[in-house]
């Protein structure tokens, strides 16, 4: 069997260390081989994005190169269409048989999980890495209970010894960043700096993304 990966999707609209440094952190803690990040096209449960999405993939592939071990998959965004987690993964488990696939994701999408598309067959293609704040205690409806009961884990190393089916809560010190917030200081025409990658930033200012129309 090989090195586990992650997976991160979003809409990363635009992308910023809010999203990179959980990455990072889970590539370290878990010894995963790569962090891929998965930028949707249109995410069925959000907003369209306000920009492109080449937009978002080019800052995207920018953010990545700047830091090793993260990769950008842009599957979802050449489907042209809404974007289900479930069909990426029967995507990538048929193209990497062998290896562990650990998707990431935040506390309160786990907690709303079974609203999602085919919800209940995730876990036989991937495991679930919860991402939840230090002192955080999640409320948890019964069908969301009863899920993590069976197939909760407190030890990483199970997620590199089974390809998929396991819960794993991570801890991890998370930043207070959002793509609303950036999207509301740059459309008020002021300075994001030290919120997302420089060069990410340049981009923007380059392409004229989400500034005010009467600027």
């Known amino acids: 069997m090989k090195k586990a990966i992650g ?11 809010g999203h990179l440094r959980p990455a990072i952190e889970l590539q370290e803690r ?3 081989a790569e962090v891929r990040l998965l930028p949707n096209y249109i995410p069925p449960h959000k907003a369209t994005p306000d920009s492109a999405p080449k937009h978002r993939l080019a800052m995207a592939r920018l953010a990545a190169e700047q830091t090793p071990r993260l990769v950008i998959d842009d599957r979802e965004l050449m489907r042209d269409r809404p974007s289900y987690t479930l069909e990426t993964l029967i995507e990538l488990r048929a193209e990497l048989p062998d290896t562990p696939l650990c998707f990431l994701m935040g506390m309160d999408a786990f907690c709303g999980l079974n609203r999602w598309h085919r919800w209940q067959e995730l876990l036989e293609y991937t495991h679930l890495i919860v991402s939840y704040r230090p002192g955080y205690q999640p409320h948890f409806n019964s069908t969301i209970k009863a899920l993590y009961q069976a197939h909760g884990t407190t030890e990483s190393s199970t997620l590199q010894q089974h390809l998929a089916g396991y ?9 207070d960043i959002s793509s609303t917030q950036i999207r509301s ?8 700096q030290y919120l997302l990658p420089e060069a990410v930033a340049n981009y923007i200012r380059e392409q004229r993304l989400y500034q005010s129309s009467v600027l």
């Open 185 to 192: 200081i740059l459309h008020q025409g002021n300075n994001p």
């Open 7 to 17: 997976l991160l999707g979003g809409t990363f609209d635009p992308i910023h260390n």
């Open 167 to 175: 819960i794993y809560l991570f801890n991890n010190a998370q930043l």
């Open 30 to 32: 878990l010894n995963l």
